[in-house]
C-alpha cells in the first residue's frame, strides 16, 4: 500500500464546475498536509497546508482534512483553464524528520 | 510569500562532466533543503535532506559519491552532478523548508527546477 494515495486521472471539469480531488495517507500519525500544482514542465507551486480537522479556504480553493479517516481533499471552485495541471498531495508523516511524503498526482484538465 | 531561485534552469553537458547546480532561498533562512528528481511523467523522488553547516542525508539507492550536496549557508545549498552520463538527463527541482512559527507549520518552498541533459 502506497503511503499517500491519489487519483492519477484525468479528471476532467467543464470550465466554471467544482474539481474535487481526494488523496488518502496511511501514517495516522501525520500532522502537515499540503497540496501542490504543477504545471507540465515547471515545478511544484504551494496552494495550500492544512494541519486541523476541518475545512481551509482561500480564494477559489478549500482543502478539507478528516484525520479519523485519513483522507484529505482540495476543492477548486469555479475551475478555469488555467488550472489545468497536476495537483500533488504531500503529507509530512509523524517520523518523517521533515520530509514529505508525496503522492502521485491527479491530473486536471479544464475544458473551456 | 517564500521564493527559492535555482541555478542554472537549463544545462546541457557532456558525458563525463560535472554539473553545478545551486539553490538559494530569497527572503528566508533554511536550515533545512531538499533536492528531488523528476523524470518525464513520474512523480518526485526525494533524493537527500541537505541541513546547514553538517553531512546531506541520502535516500536509499541514490548514490552520495556521484551527487555532492553542499550546504554552506543558511540560504544556499548546492548538487553537484559528478560524472554525468545520459542516465543521468532529468529534472532537478530543490525545495527549502520555512520554519513554522506559531499557528503554522513548517512549509516547503520549491525552486523553479533545473533541467540537466547529458549527451
Known amino acids: 500500500q502506497k503511503e499517500v494515495e491519489q487519483n492519477s486521472g484525468p479528471l476532467s471539469v467543464p470550465e466554471g464546475a467544482i474539481a474535487s480531488l481526494n488523496c488518502t495517507y496511511s501514517d495516522r500519525g501525520s500532522q502537515s498536509f499540503f497540496w501542490y500544482r504543477q504545471y507540465s514542465g515547471k515545478s511544484p507551486e504551494l496552494i495550500m497546508s492544512i494541519y486541523s480537522n476541518g475545512d481551509k479556504e482561500d480564494g477559489r480553493f478549500t482543502a478539507q482534512l478528516n484525520k479519523a479517516s485519513q483522507y484529505v481533499s482540495l476543492l477548486i471552485r469555479d475551475s478555469q483553464p488555467s488550472d489545468s495541471a497536476t495537483y500533488l498531495c504531500a503529507v509530512m508523516p509523524q517520523a518523517a524528520g521533515n520530509k514529505l511524503t508525496f503522492g502521485g498526482g491527479t491530473r486536471v484538465l479544464v475544458k473551456p | 510569500g517564500a521564493v527559492v531561485s535555482q541555478h542554472p534552469s537549463r544545462v546541457i553537458c557532456k558525458s563525463g562532466t560535472s554539473v553545478k547546480i545551486e539553490c538559494r532561498s530569497l527572503d528566508f533562512q533554511a536550515t533545512t533543503m531538499f533536492w528531488y528528481r523528476q523524470f518525464p511523467k513520474q512523480s518526485l523522488m526525494l533524493m537527500a535532506t541537505?541541513?546547514?553547516?553538517?553531512?546531506?542525508?541520502?535516500e536509499q539507492g541514490v548514490e552520495k559519491d556521484k551527487f555532492l550536496i553542499n550546504h554552506a549557508s543558511l540560504t544556499l545549498s548546492t548538487l553537484t552532478v559528478t560524472s554525468a552520463h545520459p542516465e543521468d538527463s532529468s529534472f532537478y527541482i530543490c525545495s527549502a523548508k520555512t520554519a513554522g512559527t506559531s499557528g503554522s507549520v513548517d512549509t516547503q518552498y520549491f525552486g523553479p527546477g533545473t533541467r540537466l541533459t547529458v549527451l
Open positions: 541537505s541541513n546547514e553547516g553538517s553531512k546531506a542525508t541520502y
